[in-house]
């Protein structure tokens, strides 16, 4: 406890630097870490003999489903961590444990309701978020066997939001690493050893899911966490849960349309390409990962000290924070522009060998990324606002990017043109757009949000 209590005072009282390298390198580790439950699997089912290209293709229309469990367990969990983070700020444990209680259940209620409602009506549903007669086998294989472990993603990934909470991020890429690594060892064995395939694929990840889940809840049950929980705080609250939806939709919308512009993109690529122009859509979808995941790590790492210095009403350390925060995004998102504008073909390769699919790929990488540099200012702010409870603009900021610009232009610039560039192209357009009206609405905002009189010197 007593380590506990020494993060929270770094929160407030060490250099901003070493402490965001303190925090965030943990974090973007954890979420590197994350990404390849997914990326490792595709590379696997990629490289499969004979059937690699269309295996790939499955596994990529089980993307929107994935999605929006993910979706769920940020809901549930970055929608209370910050507010947990603010309460340890202003001095109130005992109701930074109640959020974490109500979370919990949330997530255990959540869990259930999604792997009935998914068992039930997956086929038609991977049919409609693209699938074709070739690809819809090896979709259902890894889908069934994945969504019977999704309450270990549900606490794994929900709950490891309240071990940042707390400042003690180097625990909380623990819990990722022991999962990672395992599925890193598992997937091989059971896609090539054991023959299983995709079901193969699926099954590594469950079970490194779960190893992480026992070991997120344990930590938290333990003296070692500054947050515990406790049966008495597992009683769903209203006016708890009330306060984590309005935080956590914000986050639950930014996941889950991400499912809906996978939809979106999987149709319209199937209607005016076919299946190959599908599969640069997954091979593209991870290596976006690559670039937005550590992005998020960075921002997630840092939150803490601006949700615990809101709470304790320190605005100039937010102030502080949140411009070596952009800075630091924007700087990660324009090297990630320039690598996917140099080297599509390379990146496209250590998905699929499959030369057609590759030649495809490294034409249209360059323009689906075109507006990828600005995007780092989008999560810096998304991110600030989501540190310091505002609910409502951040669920704007949260559909703005995905609904009301992506998917519109999706639909709308292929129809115009007569053209399968127009659904690549209007991932760029939705980014400049969503980023430079994010960073405007910050920039007016902050006045009221962190007043003037509490600056440095």
């Given at each position: 406890m007593a380590q506990s209590h020494k993060s929270e005072e770094a929160l407030t009282s060490a250099p901003i630097g070493p402490l965001m390298v303190k925090l965030a390198l943990p974090a973007v580790?954890?979420?590197l870490i994350n990404m390849l439950y997914n990326i490792v699997d595709r590379i696997y089912i990629g490289h499969i003999p004979q059937v690699g290209r269309t295996a790939l293709t499955g596994l990529g229309v089980t993307f929107p489903i994935l999605m929006l469990i993910s979706a769920f367990t940020a809901f549930a969990g970055m929608g209370g961590a910050p507010l947990a983070s603010i309460r340890l700020g202003a001095g109130d444990r005992e109701e930074a444990e109640k959020i974490l209680g109500n979370s919990t259940a949330l997530l255990l209620i959540l869990a259930a309701l999604l792997t009935t409602v998914f068992s039930i009506i997956k086929e038609p549903v991977l049919m409609a978020f693209g699938?074709?007669?070739?690809?819809?086998?090896?979709?259902?294989?890894?889908?069934?066997?994945?969504l019977m472990g999704t309450v270990f993603v549900q606490l794994?990934?929900?709950?490891n939001a309240y071990i940042t909470a707390q400042g003690q991020a180097l625990a909380a890429m623990c819990s990722v690493?022991?999962?990672?690594?395992?599925?890193i060892l598992l997937d091989p064995l059971f896609i090539?050893?054991?023959r299983m395939g995709v079901r193969g694929a699926a099954l590594a990840t469950i079970i490194s899911q779960g190893v992480s889940a026992c070991w997120v809840v344990g930590f938290l049950c333990s003296r070692r966490s500054s947050l515990r929980i406790r049966t008495k705080n597992l009683r769903l609250e209203l006016p708890v849960v009330g306060r984590i939806a309005a935080l956590g939709i914000a986050p639950f919308i930014m996941q889950s349309t991400e499912s809906l512009v996978t939809v979106v993109l999987n149709s319209g690529l199937q209607f005016y390409g076919g299946d190959l122009y599908v599969a640069t859509v997954t091979v593209?979808?991870?290596?976006?990962q690559m670039v937005v995941m550590p992005v998020?790590?960075?921002?997630?790492?840092?939150?803490p000290i601006m949700s615990y210095n809101f709470g304790a009403k320190n605005y100039a350390r937010v102030r502080e924070t949140f411009r070596l925060l952009?800075?630091?995004?924007?700087?990660?998102?324009?090297?990630a522009f320039l690598l996917v504008f140099l080297f599509p073909k390379p990146l496209a390769l250590i998905f699929n060998g499959d030369l057609e699919l590759v030649e495809l790929t490294g034409q249209v990488m360059p323009i689906f990324f075109g507006g990828i540099w600005a995007f780092g200012a989008q999560m810096a702010c998304q991110s600030a606002f989501m540190a310091m409870g505002q609910a409502k603009t951040s669920l704007f900021l949260a559909l703005l990017r995905k609904v009301i610009l992506l998917v519109p232009l999706a639909i709308l610039l292929p129809w115009i043109t007569g053209s399968v560039m127009g659904i690549y192209a209007a991932e760029p357009v939705a980014d400049i757009l969503a980023s430079a009206t994010t960073l405007t609405l910050f920039l007016h905002k902050r006045k009221t949000l962190l007043p003037a009189q509490n600056r440095e010197k």
């Amino acid at each position: 406890m007593a380590q506990s209590h020494k993060s929270e005072e770094a929160l407030t009282s060490a250099p901003i630097g070493p402490l965001m390298v303190k925090l965030a390198l943990p974090a973007v580790a954890a979420q590197l870490i994350n990404m390849l439950y997914n990326i490792v699997d595709r590379i696997y089912i990629g490289h499969i003999p004979q059937v690699g290209r269309t295996a790939l293709t499955g596994l990529g229309v089980t993307f929107p489903i994935l999605m929006l469990i993910s979706a769920f367990t940020a809901f549930a969990g970055m929608g209370g961590a910050p507010l947990a983070s603010i309460r340890l700020g202003a001095g109130d444990r005992e109701e930074a444990e109640k959020i974490l209680g109500n979370s919990t259940a949330l997530l255990l209620i959540l869990a259930a309701l999604l792997t009935t409602v998914f068992s039930i009506i997956k086929e038609p549903v991977l049919m409609a978020f693209g699938a074709s007669e070739d690809t819809i086998g090896y979709a259902l294989d890894y889908i069934s066997i994945y969504l019977m472990g999704t309450v270990f993603v549900q606490l794994a990934l929900g709950l490891n939001a309240y071990i940042t909470a707390q400042g003690q991020a180097l625990a909380a890429m623990c819990s990722v690493l022991i999962g990672a690594i395992l599925n890193i060892l598992l997937d091989p064995l059971f896609i090539f050893v054991f023959r299983m395939g995709v079901r193969g694929a699926a099954l590594a990840t469950i079970i490194s899911q779960g190893v992480s889940a026992c070991w997120v809840v344990g930590f938290l049950c333990s003296r070692r966490s500054s947050l515990r929980i406790r049966t008495k705080n597992l009683r769903l609250e209203l006016p708890v849960v009330g306060r984590i939806a309005a935080l956590g939709i914000a986050p639950f919308i930014m996941q889950s349309t991400e499912s809906l512009v996978t939809v979106v993109l999987n149709s319209g690529l199937q209607f005016y390409g076919g299946d190959l122009y599908v599969a640069t859509v997954t091979v593209m979808q991870s290596v976006m990962q690559m670039v937005v995941m550590p992005v998020q790590g960075i921002t997630q790492g840092v939150q803490p000290i601006m949700s615990y210095n809101f709470g304790a009403k320190n605005y100039a350390r937010v102030r502080e924070t949140f411009r070596l925060l952009l800075r630091t995004t924007l700087t990660v998102t324009i090297s990630a522009f320039l690598l996917v504008f140099l080297f599509p073909k390379p990146l496209a390769l250590i998905f699929n060998g499959d030369l057609e699919l590759v030649e495809l790929t490294g034409q249209v990488m360059p323009i689906f990324f075109g507006g990828i540099w600005a995007f780092g200012a989008q999560m810096a702010c998304q991110s600030a606002f989501m540190a310091m409870g505002q609910a409502k603009t951040s669920l704007f900021l949260a559909l703005l990017r995905k609904v009301i610009l992506l998917v519109p232009l999706a639909i709308l610039l292929p129809w115009i043109t007569g053209s399968v560039m127009g659904i690549y192209a209007a991932e760029p357009v939705a980014d400049i757009l969503a980023s430079a009206t994010t960073l405007t609405l910050f920039l007016h905002k902050r006045k009221t949000l962190l007043p003037a009189q509490n600056r440095e010197k």
